[in-house]
């Protein structure tokens, strides 16, 4: 083992453990202010979730995953296999307690509450992503395209009422489109669909995994340490953070960011946190050569899938999987993934060798992150965003720097505390 030496320049020194784009906005913002910052992680960054998503900046969706009447919904899905929402049996007993605090967080009150935190990670969250993508250099890989969100009808765009009204009372522009205004956004739409919600304000980006490299890339050019290294325990001496210890070394430090997505929590029983963070497990299907042009995210909202025009090809991303961070992809959740782009857009030509990717989303049950201070000094949390981990990556970034350095902030912690589970 190599102790690394602490840096003689006086400054803290500041490890983050997990390079997806949680962790390395989070870098950005540390380097930006003259830290001396390390970041960690057991692979080249961006091959975690942050890889594969659907690539949408949805500032304006401040409506959590557990709404009234969920109970009802899920039921109805685990019935029918095709289901975005799918739970194995074997499973049920695992999730079981998380299930029961998303339920509870369906309460109205409390969705009111979550929407207004969720708010706050969201409204200047394509900015942010701007301002880091200009830094950097790559400043064309996010657009304000919109988004266009599609119902079969009315019984369809009434299940999701509530949360149209939430994106609405936090200011999102929303225009109602018939299938004519349809068709001018999106000319390949097929007949099922005949409501639409446009979103022009938000907006996506074009390669979610060259997002993160840029930005890696970029820390480490201006001085930033990548570490390649499986991080195996934090060390603490009393209440204060000492040290993270690797496979390969030990990294001696004033300051541990855990932002290691969906396993975050394997690095934190040793040291007495039970947080509540599951994996809900989602697919997406490239094709590189559609036959068709999209120009935004178009989501089916029936069947919850993203279909994202990226540099690699059309790409259609959703789900939610329960199943932990170890069990096998299921191919069949990819083909349902298939199935629904050709139900959106008819003309799109599959061929018949595609293939699909799976990653790990990692989920509170309150559909918001763990953010800020921990029990330990000098240990922070920065991981759970969930279904929006890209787009909120760049503001949390900014909140949790500026916590760090005792800098203020306009966003209160207050509702991302780990406490809000874990009281001791
Ligand atoms: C199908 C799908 C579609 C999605 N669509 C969207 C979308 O359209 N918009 C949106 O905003 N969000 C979306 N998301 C969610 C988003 O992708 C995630 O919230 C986000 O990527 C989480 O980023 P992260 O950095 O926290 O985690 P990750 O990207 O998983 O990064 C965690 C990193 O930690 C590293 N790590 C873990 N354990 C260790 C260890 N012990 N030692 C060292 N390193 C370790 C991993 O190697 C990994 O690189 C989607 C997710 C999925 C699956």
Redesign the pocket.
Known sequence: MHPMEMSGNGRDAIVL????????CAAWHLLRRGENVTL????E??????????????CGSVAPLAMPGVMRDALTMLLDPSAPLRIPLRYLPKAAPWLRQFVRASHPDDVRRISQALSGLLANSIEKHVEILGDVGVPGVVHRTGQLYLYPDEKWLRKDAMSWQLRKDHGLRIERLGREGILALEPDVGPDYAIGMFTPDQG?SVN?HRQ?TAIASDFARRGGEIVR????TIEVEGHRVKAVC?ENAVYACDHAVI??????T??LTDLGYALPLES?????VTIPSPGITVKR?VVAADRKV?L?PMEGGLRA???VEFGGLMRDPNRRRAHYLVRDMSRVFPRVQIPADWSFW?????CFPDSLPVMGPSRHRGLWF????????????AVSGDILARAIRGEPSNIDLAPFSFERFDRH
């Open positions: 453990i997990g390079a997806g784009i949680v962790g390395v960690i992680d057991r692979d960054p961006g091959l975690g979730c942050s890889f594969g998503n659907a690539g949408a900046l949805s996506m979610p993160v290294d499986r991080v195996t690797g932002c290691a997505g969906a396993w975050s394997q690095l809900q497990r989602g697919y997406h995210p993203f994202t991303a959703g789900t799976m990653g790990h989303r990692p920065n991981f759970g965003h969930g279904h929006l981990g890209l787009t909120m990556s």
